[in-house]
């Protein structure tokens, strides 16, 4: 079946640690984006890539970082500077920068 | 910055009931998308809006898109159980190689047997 898939459902993460977020798609979609969500708000981005070996910052991209060496691939790390990095991340791919997005399942991040 | 106003943010509705819900803004959008979530998981598609005064469905739900461009509409008639979840709007802007879509807070919807 094509689609998202995103890897752990569920992640901890220990003070001062760094952790990362798996995002794979066989949509061949050339975009991907990866969100953050809280509770009672909006979905806010965090980094977006248009195209393999390109990506920008998003809304909040500090205290993240990510790779897009494949086109399949976008992987989101988690960094120690993140100081609030309790949420739930959702990926996200679209065939185009204007196209709908289509999500993942999420990886629900949490501190130990 | 882009903002987008969702409304209501909760509602509980009875079984069989049509549920209206909205999402303006004071910025012009290109595209208007509609997502449903369930609890623990992404949000899936509905329903895609293009063009101003588009109207759209798909099953139960109807979707428009404003004539002003600056707002958008979901309505769910005849509503079941399984309609619970979170609508999320959300409104395309920008230009080639800069497109960002923003999303609404969403509107938590329950139904009541």
């Known amino acids: 079946d094509g689609g998202i898939t995103q890897s752990p459902k569920y992640l901890f993460r220990k003070e001062g640690q760094n952790v990362t977020l798996s995002c794979e798609q066989n949509l061949n979609h050339d975009a991907m984006y990866w969100y953050r969500q809280d509770p009672g708000q909006g979905l806010r981005l965090i980094y977006y890539?248009?195209?393999?070996?390109?990506?920008q910052k998003g809304d909040i991209a500090e205290g993240y970082s990510v790779s897009r060496e494949k086109k399949e691939s976008f992987p989101l790390t988690v960094t120690s500077a993140q100081k609030n990095p309790t949420a739930f991340y959702l990926c996200?791919?679209?065939?185009?920068?204007?196209?709908?997005?289509?999500f993942g399942d999420g990886t629900r991040l949490s501190i130990l | 910055g882009q903002q987008l106003n969702q409304s209501p943010q909760s509602m509980f509705i009875q079984e069989g009931e049509d549920v209206s819900m909205n999402c303006t803004s004071s910025s012009i959008f290109n595209t208007w998308l509609w997502y449903k979530q369930d609890p623990g998981e992404g949000p899936v598609l509905l329903i895609a809006?293009?063009?101003?005064?588009e109207l759209t469905s798909n099953g139960r739900l109807t979707a428009q898109f404003g004539i002003t461009r600056k707002d958008s509409f979901l309505n769910i008639s005849a509503s079941i159980p399984s309609d619970v979840g979170i609508y999320f709007c959300?409104?395309?802007?920008?230009?080639?190689?800069?497109?960002?879509?923003?999303f609404g807070t969403g509107t938590r919807l329950k139904v009541l047997a």
């Open positions: 890539s248009q195209i393999v070996n390109d990506f």
């Open positions: 959300a409104g395309l802007y920008g230009a080639s190689g800069t497109y960002k879509y923003i």
């Open positions: 809006l293009y063009k101003a005064g």
């Open positions: 996200a791919s679209s065939m185009a920068g204007n196209q709908p997005q289509h």
